[in-house]
């Protein structure tokens, strides 16, 4: 979508033609919404704001009469808002866009501005709501935690939690993506590290018990992770570690998103204490898989196995998965849907999604 002067335009396409649409005035506005030529819920509310601002901004240039008193404006606008609010009902932006503009409205009256500098802060207001689409919701960057491996040296493809982790970054909406380094395994120093690289997605690796550290100092928007057995009431088995971040999260009011397939989700277990749990061998907890540093001068650095224990330690506590209750997690986003819990409940009830 774009604007011009004192018009907008926009694009109606189907899987035959393109067609660019001038965009003169509210009616036309209202009417390309309305008669769904423009269509998708933030791109309505987007258009609703370009024609807005176009008719204040020809407003502006003709010193129209309304301009002479912050009340006149508001007699002038408020009913523009209001009619363009009526083109379509259900989804969320346009309506918000409406009553942005008229918070903005009253915030600037309040300020005792004249009329023209209350149309001038309207315009801007609207340009605001355009380019924050353009760029991706608000334009917040999002910084994430993850833990494990879950891209595409994990699954098929784009990968889960990494996916939605790869997405953000592709789509402008990715501040950091920090990780965890997944002892003892080191699927997030090892994997985890080297997929963030490759992408070239700005990413900090954290070791497992810096989580409580990272949440205290830095702005986290969201914990993702993946899950190797989601159960019916939403208790979810994943790599180790993935429980101590959701109580973490918890605490620090973080939202907590599980990314899986809805092969990942087991209908025939009711709750978490009904997937087993693997541990794995005491003596891989004991090792760092790695390579040798620094590499020899010239050459290629080789694969070491590194014991960290006094040799024949005995007494090692090895499980490979946790289960973080369903209570710790905000959502559970698979290809079929978002699965939340609803309000004052503990448990999803995932057989409404698979
Ligand atoms: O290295 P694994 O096979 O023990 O790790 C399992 C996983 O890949 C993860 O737990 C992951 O989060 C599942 S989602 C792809």
Not at 75 to 93: D, E, F, Q, S
Not at 182 to 188: D, I, L, N, S
């Amino acid at each position: 979508m774009a604007t011009t002067g004192s018009r907008s335009s926009t694009s109606s396409s189907s899987p035959h033609a393109t067609e660019f649409i001038q965009i003169n005035t509210i009616d036309d506005a209202h009417d390309a919404i309305k008669s769904m030529k423009i269509r998708g819920a933030p791109a309505i509310a987007s258009l609703a704001a370009l024609a807005f601002a176009a008719d204040l901004s020809r407003a502006l240039k003709a010193s129209a009469d309304f301009l002479a008193s912050p009340e006149s404006v508001r007699a002038y606008v408020t009913p523009i808002l209001a009619h363009l609010y009526t083109a379509r009902p259900t989804a969320v932006n346009l309506g918000a866009a409406t009553r942005r503009l008229t918070a903005m409205l009253d915030a600037s009256i309040a300020a005792g501005k004249t009329g023209e500098q209350i149309c001038a802060d309207l315009i801007a207001e609207a340009h605001k709501i355009n380019d924050e689409d353009k760029n991706g919701g608000s334009g917040t960057e999002l910084n994430l935690l993850t833990v494990c491996n879950t891209g595409s040296l994990a699954t098929s493809g784009y990968g889960t939690a990494l996916g939605l982790i790869t997405y953000l970054h592709e789509t402008g909406k990715l501040g950091t993506a920090y990780y965890t380094q997944t002892a003892p395994y080191h699927q997030g120093s090892r994997l985890t590290a080297l997929e963030l690289q490759t992408l070239d997605i700005p990413s900090v690796m954290i070791c497992d018990t810096m989580v409580g550290s990272l949440f205290q100092h830095h702005n986290i928007h969201a914990v993702v992770v993946g899950a190797d057995r989601v159960a019916k009431n939403g208790d979810t088995a994943n790599k180790i570690g993935t429980y101590n971040a959701a109580v973490l999260a918890a605490r620090h009011n973080i939202p907590f998103i599980v990314v899986a397939p809805i092969s990942t989700v087991d209908l025939a277990v009711a709750d978490g204490s009904g997937i087993p749990i693997e541990h794995r061998p005491p003596l891989e907890a004991c090792l760092v898989r790695g390579a040798v540093y620094p590499p020899p001068d010239g050459e290629k650095s080789q694969q070491a196995v590194v014991m960290i224990t006094p040799p024949g330690l005995k007494g090692i506590y090895n499980p490979s998965f946790d289960v973080t209750p369903a209570e710790l997690i905000t959502a559970i986003v698979t290809e079929k849907g978002v699965a939340t819990r609803r309000e004052g409940e503990k448990e999803f009830d995932l057989s409404a999604v698979v």
